[in-house]
Each structure stands twice: as structure tokens, then as C-alpha cells.
């Protein structure tokens, strides 16, 4: 057994919190929580508990993030009603609304009630009685249309139940934990709130060794040590708060939001997403562009590609190199490179990247390949049409953390002087470079498929002044030099 040293009551299936959560019968309850703790599966047992009940009346709705962890609760679900000794049928998935296509999980008691488990759809709510789950709440698309539709639905009983953990300080979830700290809770909702720390002095460290190989390096920790272990491999200090101590991150000051960031997020993640090898959803997709942001030693080295298709930026490749040397990053964005339906790629020039993209754009073309030098004012064009991208909804990137870490870690910030600098901090998890290589292949299409058009600085002499890429300016016969942006 693992070196513990806070040793919960013997023979309890649920930790305090997990009790206390489980015997709150409040009509509407909240918990603001560290991920991973364990409180969709005790609210799973909660669930099939009341459910079963010969004297229950109403159906369970549970509303995922996505399709996966709607299969997984209803798993949860299916379990738990062996450990209960109810005699339960798992129904599979199931079409609730034929005309939008909604499905869901399902299982059915003895008594006939069901619970059903589905995935983010706030309109999938409508019209439906009986108790809601909203797990991981903050992290739905539109928490406060879900909310709304999810209300009504416990008007002729049962309970309404929302988990998560924070998502940013502008999320409507926080505005909830908010009004019931700070405005007298008129909602009269039951709060609940279990950090990491929380957890941990409930016995969390002791349930979880008693679950993992004896060979696990976990085992080896005391309650202060895991703490450590966690809070280190977290993407940074921002997301640590967030994600285990229900401190939500001040979206006044980063430049992308995190409802900016989940309203663009794919349901289902792309299956290729980080393969070098197998192209071939590459070769069959339309048209492609690439943004590179290179790094050696320190910062990673990110290439990311979209397919543009119904006038949206697909994302269909997420490549992060850490400590790989130039040489193979080459043969690996060559292979990219390669591909007849890539259009165009933009490559960090900065520093050591100058001849990485020198190089590239001797083998595929300028045309191809621009290599763009960092600046200040370069990368206030950079960051604006990707943020615009956000705001539109006509970005599609992956759920990924340390892909939100990135586009989070990126502040807008003013000088002295008046002028606008884009900053973020180095971490284990990089130097925002997901971030800058999303921007750079967003520039790759520009305004349209002529490629991307940088504006010369009024200082810029002449030459640079009259230098604008454009398809129309481009001369086949002079494509081995790599492209300059606006005398940057």
C-alpha cells in the first residue's frame, strides 16, 4: 500500500465529499471541484439509487461535454446497479429527438424509469421532466442556455445538479458561484466545494494508491508530495488554480477567453491529430495551410495545419516537437509540404528560424512558404485576425489543455510608450507557441486564397512599401527567395 498518510473510515465505498454530495437532496445543487476527484462516478451511484426506487416517477438526464463521456457515465451507471443489486438494461444508444439527430445512452430499470446519458445540446433538454446532471458544466458550449432549458425541466420534480470546474472568471458557471457567495443566492442553491486540498484531507491520496499498480511512482507519495505533483505537471500556475483549486482564471486579462476557446472546440477530436506518418486524410481533405512556430532547446517546436473548407479553418494536425533536432522537424514538415493540396505555409523566421524557413521556401517555393519575422507590430497582425477567428465561430481546433494553456498564456499588454506588446510567460508547456503557430497558419490564407497580405509600416522605404503578397503579384519564374513581410 501506498505512503498515505490521511487513512479514511474503513469499508466506506465514498469519501466525505462524496458523501455529502450524494446526501444533499436540495432542489437545485452546485459544485465548483478539482478534476479527477471522483464525483461523476458517486453521482452516477446516486443516481441509479433513486432511479431504481419502486416509487420513482421521473427520468435522469445527464448532459455530457461530449459523446465519450456520455458512454463512460452511463458505464458508470451500468456498474453501479450490480453493486446495488437493481436489475437494470442497458438500452445502448438511443434517437431522443429523430429531427435533430439527438441520441443518447440509456439504461432501464425494473420500474421502467430510464436514465439517459447524452453529450452537449442544450436544445436536447427541452421538453424532457425529470432530475439533470450537468457534468463538468462550465466546459458546455452555451452553459447558460443549458441552464435555462435544464431549470424548467425539474418544474413537476426531481433535482438539478451541475459539477465542474471553472472555466475562466467571464463563464456563466461563475457567475453563479459568484451570485451565491456575493449577491444573497436568490437561486437558493446548495454550493459545494472540494479543492484538491479538500479531497486530500478527506482521504483522497489513500483511495487513490489503493486503486494503482504497486510499481506506480504514486505510490511513493505522501499528501504533500502529490500535491507537488500535480501543481508541477499542470500547464501552468493559471490552469493549476483553475482546474484543482476552484480559483477561475481572470479572463480581463488574457487576450482569449475561455468561452472564446470552447465555442470553437471540435466535439470529437480529428483521429490523426498529432500523426506524422499516415497523411491520407491530409491528401483527401481540401485545401491546406500551415503555421509553424519553431523552437530548439527551450520552446517547442508547433505545426499546425488547417483544411479551409465551408469558410472555416479546420484544424486537422496539432505537431509538437520538444528537443528535436532541425533536421528531422524538416523532414517532418516536408512531408506536409509535399502534399498537392497544401497551398501554403508561414514559418516563424525569427532568430534561428531564418534559415529553417530560408531553406523551405528554396525547396517549395516562396509562394509556399513565407518566413515571417517576429515584431511587435507583426504580431499585433498576427494575433488579431486570430482572435477574429474565435469571435466568428469559424475556427474549429481540439479540446486539448495545454492547447487552452497556450492560447490563454498570451496577455495584451501596453507599455509606457503607448505601444501594444503580446506576452507570455515560459513554462514547461512551451512559450505559447500552439498559440502563435494557429495564428501563422490562419495568416497562411490571409484574405482568400491569394495568400496573406501584411501592411508596410509608414517608415518602411519604398521598396518595402510597394512589397504586398498577392497571388496576382506573384511571378512563377522568381520563387526561390523567402518572402518578406512588410519590411519586418
Partial sequence: MGRAKIIPQKDTLFLPYQERWIRDRS?????????????????????DREHSKSDARLDGWISSRDDIQARLFLEDCRKFADILQVAAEDLGEQVVDPEKGVTSYVLRFANGIRIHSMSSNPDAQAGKRGTRLLDEFALHKDPRKLYSIAYHGITWGGQLAAVSTHRGSGNFFNEIIREIKEKGNPKGISLHTVTLVNALDDGFLYKLQSKLPTDDPRQEMDEADYYNFIRNGCADEESFLQECMCVPADDNSAFLTYDLIAGCEYEQTPAHLTDTDDLSDLAAAGTLYVGVDLGREHDLTVIWINEYAGERHLCRRLITLEKVDFTRQEEILYSFLELPNMRRCCIDASGMGIQFAE????????????????????????????????????????????LRADLRAVKKETTAAGNIRFAADRGENGHSDRFWAGALAIHARGNGDGGPVFAAPASAGREEREFRMTAADEDDGDRNETARMGGY
Fill in 27 to 47: 432542489r437545485i445543487k452546485f459544485m465548483e471541484k478539482s478534476r479527477q476527484i471522483g464525483i461523476s462516478w458517486c453521482s452516477s451511484y446516486d443516481l
Fill in 359 to 402: 531553406r523551405a521556401a528554396r525547396r517549395f517555393g516562396k509562394y509556399r512558404v513565407e518566413g515571417v519575422k517576429f515584431s511587435a507590430p507583426v504580431k499585433e497582425e498576427l494575433a488579431y485576425p486570430f482572435r477574429a477567428a474565435f469571435e466568428d465561430g469559424n475556427l474549429r481546433i481540439p479540446f486539448d489543455r495545454k
